[in-house]
């Protein structure tokens, strides 16, 4: 007989403590649409539960909490003209993203490690954010051509000055005393003692309160990086355009602006166009609902119409030869109104409902 294959999210409540954990660690626990089901019918179980208080999401292994999601399955479905199908996984991630910020009982996510992408996802919008000196937490998604999504830019448009545009369109990695400044996490708790942190949660010793238990593992980290950068970043970055920001960062004196302009020179011009925009038009809606909203509009119509997201999954997951040939090539060459374009897009099935509204 060969051994059952391990399940992909291991689910299990003891003590009060309803457990989530990703299990699989050799794909640094990349979403697939199975795991998001899977997440799902947990968390619809323990909503009316009163065996279970709190809920705590952590990763397997010790690379990270999850690296995003299911990109090589993305590249397939919009390469084989099948964007209706990634439709399906980014309704059913974005539910997802707002049944965490919206669960009624406490849910506490430990971004220990790699967090980026879709973990951001499921880490970024819970009541309770851990970090620790392994994370390392980033919206990576303009290096494959694409533009953040699963509410980060609700997550960015809320960052201190204009670090919503710098790491949106950058894909920069947060540490965790940057996360914590840029309101990506609420609590540094050292990795040593998260076996301890899920004892406490889990045994409930007084004080009975999950922030209370937290705030006994809370450290001070380091002073943020991203900080000591405001001068220059909230200047370049509040340029009005991509093409203008590189010309404000090209304008700099420290070697870091113009480490950031070349960078920028090397990514879609369609992602950076359209990620600016989003950002930025996050900032005046209601609240993460609107931003999902926005973003699955942006994201299908990435899908269905730009050549940019395949490429780039191409160049970067794929073929791994790091040389994507972005269409348009280069910033001076977008089209005017491109970003307007893609967020007037409507898919053909809403993100909340059925294709008919109901």
């Not at 970090?131 to 448009?157: C, H, K, N, Y």
């Not at 093409?243 to 404000?248: F, M």
């Not at 870091?256 to 950076?272: K, Q, R």
Request: aromatic share 6%; charged share 25%; net charge negative.
């Amino acid at each position: 007989m060969t051994d059952a294959p391990e399940p992909t999210v291991l689910v299990r409540a003891r003590g009060g403590l309803g457990r989530l954990t990703l299990n699989r660690p050799r794909a640094l626990n990349a979403l697939d649409l199975d795991m998001i089901h899977q997440l799902h019918a947990a968390l619809d179980a323990w909503e009316h539960d009163t065996e279970v208080d709190v809920v705590l999401l952590d990763g397997a292994g010790e690379r990270g909490l999850c690296a995003g999601g299911d990109v090589r399955g993305l590249a397939e479905q919009v390469t084989s003209a099948r964007p209706e199908d990634a439709g399906i996984f980014f309704r059913d991630e974005y539910a997802l993203n707002v049944r965490i910020a919206e669960y009624p009982k406490p849910f506490v996510a430990l971004a220990d490690g790699i967090t980026m992408g879709g973990g951001i996802g499921v880490a970024g919008h819970a009541a309770i954010r851990i970090v620790t000196e392994r994370s390392q937490l980033a919206m990576p998604e303009t290096r494959i051509g694409f533009t953040p999504d699963v509410g980060g830019t609700w997550l960015l448009a809320h960052a201190p000055g204009r670090l919503g545009e710098y790491l949106g369109l950058t894909g920069a990695v947060m540490d965790a005393s940057d996360a914590l400044y840029a309101g990506f996490a609420d609590h540094f708790v050292p990795s040593a003692h998260l076996d301890g942190l899920r004892d406490a949660l889990e045994t409930r010793a007084d004080p009975s309160s999950p922030t209370e238990l937290v705030l006994l593992f809370d450290e001070t980290p380091p002073p943020s990086k991203l900080e000591r950068a405001r001068a220059w970043i909230d200047d370049a970055f509040a340029g009005d355009t991509v093409a203008d920001i590189v010309e404000r960062l090209r304008a700099r004196p420290e070697p870091e602006a113009s480490a950031t302009a070349d960078l920028l020179g090397e990514l879609s011009p369609t992602g950076l166009a359209v990620t600016l925009a989003s950002v930025r038009r996050s900032r005046d809606l209601p609240g993460l609902r609107d931003a999902l909203e926005q973003e699955y509009g942006l994201v299908m119509w990435f899908a269905s119409t730009q050549p940019d997201l395949p490429e780039g999954i191409r160049a970067q997951v794929i073929d791994k030869d790091r040389s994507p040939k972005w269409q348009p090539a280069t910033i001076a060459d977008l089209p005017s109104g491109l970003a307007s374009s893609a967020l007037t897009h409507r898919p053909g099935v809403p993100l909340w409902g059925s294709p008919s509204g109901d």
